[in-house]
């Protein structure tokens, strides 16, 4: 079976502080891994993608791959209430995309 | 403007009814595909097309049909034969398949009674 996993949260972190997310996946050949961000009643919406092991940063959107512990992570700096949303982590498993069910992120004012 | 477009926005129909969403794509993506969203639920694949005139199944294939006869489009039926059509509906599309970004049109919400 073919998987991504997420916390489902609500994770809750302070207006300002880093907000760290996490997703594992079951595919060892997964080559391609992306994060999304999706508001209540809305559609997903790319944020990041990551293809190599390491970090790759976009403002204050960081994301973070180990191919070898088959983890996947995203970090928000300096998060902000409008980053309150449901965060999807997407793998590519062959020609599909699997996504995982998403972490409920809650930034407190 | 590129982008990818659905339609209607709300749809409601009867139980029985068969039902056709619009799902149309101006960024000469190759591939599209068709998800369904549940509360609480991840996104499950429906189908999916890589080219023109070809599409394949997905996780939840059962009740639903689809066509890809233009390159820009790819509408979904959802028939009397889908159990429980009630639902968030994403149409999305990329490059390629697999290793490729998908991007999402903003959604059709299916309430059947």
């Known amino acids: 079976q073919k998987e991504v996993e997420q916390n489902s949260g609500p994770l809750s972190v302070p207006e300002g502080a880093i907000a760290s997310l996490n997703c594992t996946y079951s595919d060892r050949v997964s080559q391609s891994f992306f994060w999304y961000r999706q508001y209540s009643g809305k559609s997903p919406e790319l944020i990041m993608s990551?293809?190599?092991?390491g970090d790759k940063e976009d403002g204050r959107f960081t994301a973070q791959l180990n191919k070898a512990s088959q983890y996947v992570s995203l970090l928000i700096r300096d998060s902000q209430p409008s980053d309150s949303a449901t965060y999807l982590c997407a793998v590519n498993m062959g020609d599909k995309i699997i996504f995982g069910k998403g972490t409920r992120l809650h930034i407190l004012p | 403007d590129g982008g990818i477009t659905q339609s209607p926005k709300y749809l409601f129909r009867k139980e029985g009814q068969n039902v056709t969403l619009s799902c149309e794509q101006n960024l000469n993506h190759d591939a599209m595909y068709w998800y369904r969203q549940d509360p609480g639920q991840g996104l499950r694949l429906i189908y999916y097309?890589?080219?023109?005139?070809?599409?394949q199944k997905g996780d939840i294939a059962e009740g639903y049909s689809v066509s890809r006869e233009k390159k820009e489009s790819f509408p979904l039926t959802v028939t009397s034969a889908q159990k429980n059509p009630t639902a968030f509906y994403l149409c999305?599309?990329?490059?390629?398949?697999?290793?490729?970004?998908?991007?999402f049109g903003p959604g059709t919400r299916l309430t059947v009674t």
């Open positions: 999305a599309s990329s490059a390629g398949t697999g290793t490729y970004e998908q991007y």
């Open positions: 990551i293809y190599s092991n």
């Open positions: 097309s890589q080219i023109v005139n070809d599409f």
